[in-house]
């Protein structure tokens, strides 16, 4: 599976909440630099190319639905992230998250009892 680039994830993020679309319905969701309907046609098909969505053909018009599941990706992409900014130590990946104070001691205990009733 293929990295994506972010505005291919944010495009795939689109896509996994919106199950399928046809690009305007796509081009609706992006509140921020919105791209020209082109590119973001051009980035959909690249998307398709990539193996990460496939499409129904409707005349001249195409409804775009993922191909990918998202759980599929984020397993992907965290495995990969883990292993290449926290040493593939997931106790490094919290350590540096509880430094950047994004996650409180309350939270900690939550994943603890998580991790303890998997026992």
Do not use: G, P, W, Y
């Given at each position: 599976m293929q990295k994506l680039t972010n505005k291919e994830e944010e495009?795939?993020?689109i896509l996994w909440k919106l199950k399928k679309a046809f690009v305007?319905?796509?081009m609706a969701e992006i509140t921020e630099d919105q791209p020209h309907y082109n590119?973001?046609?051009t980035i959909i098909?690249?998307?398709e190319d990539k193996g990460f969505v496939s499409h129904n053909a409707f005349g001249n018009t195409h409804q775009y639905f993922p191909k990918v599941?998202?759980?599929?990706y984020r397993k992907r992409f965290m495995n990969t992230a883990i292993d290449t900014y926290f040493n593939s130590s997931y106790k490094?990946?919290?350590s540096f998250?509880?430094?950047?104070?994004?996650?409180s001691a309350d939270e900690l205990r939550e994943i603890l009892a998580i991790i303890e009733n998997k026992k």
């Open positions: 495009i795939m993020q305007k319905e796509v590119t973001l046609s098909r690249n998307l599941k998202m759980e599929d490094n990946m919290v998250f509880a430094e950047e104070e994004k996650i």
